[in-house]
């Protein structure tokens, strides 16, 4: 898509997470939202808005790779399985970056989409945005808590993979558990080429 497009397409993307503040519960779900990748780069055309959504959920039901719990509904929501948009699942617990995710900038969060940051990229004043990085050494630290926190994930779906209640539970709006197992394998695989680099 052509890099105005793009823009569009992550300024329409704002408005709908700062729609989900209108969902009833104790605590917003959605906590923030991140966008890294070529269209920080200025890339025209680019093939994908890379996004980061950052849950109201602990670490270790965020693990890499996998669509965590109670998010189907969102990617519903967010139009995320509609095209244009790789989207990936942070916890609040974890930093935001990671082995694949690199100088994410922040485009919306509880108090609504960052004006500042979405005219930035529609006017390419790429020097505006604030990246948010990590040295060598956090970056091997977070990978390696990460492949551990993948690994139990790898286990746990492994161990439930044909309990009747784990698949009723892991089936619905076009996904079922073998979504669950390959997301569950590919995540501990990234995570572990990641370590060896």
């Not at 109201?56 to 967010?78: I, K, M, Y």
Request: with cysteine; net charge negative; glycine share 8%.
């Amino acid at each position: 898509m052509r890099y105005e497009r793009a823009v569009q397409r992550l300024r329409m993307l704002a408005e709908a997470c700062d729609q989900t503040r209108r969902v009833p519960a104790a605590e917003p779900f959605l906590r923030a939202a991140y966008v890294f990748g070529d269209l920080l780069e200025g890339a025209d055309p680019i093939d994908h808005i890379e996004a980061v959504f950052v849950l109201n959920l602990p670490p270790e039901e965020v693990s890499w790779g996998s669509q965590p719990p109670g998010t189907a509904w969102l990617v519903d929501f967010l139009r995320l399985d509609q095209g244009g948009i790789a989207s990936y699942w942070r916890s609040f617990r974890d930093p935001v970056w990671n082995h694949a995710i690199r100088g994410p900038v922040r485009f919306w969060s509880l108090n609504g989409p960052d004006k500042g940051v979405l005219d930035a990229l529609g006017e390419r004043r790429f020097d505006r945005l604030r990246r948010v990085t990590a040295d060598a050494e956090e970056e091997r630290t977070q990978v390696a808590g990460e492949l551990e926190a993948a690994l139990e994930h790898l286990r746990a779906v492994h161990r439930q993979y044909w309990e009747r209640q784990w698949r009723r539970e892991h089936r619905g709006i076009g996904r079922y558990p073998e979504h669950h197992l390959w997301e569950a394998v590919q995540g501990y695989l990234e995570l572990l080429d990641a370590r060896a680099e």
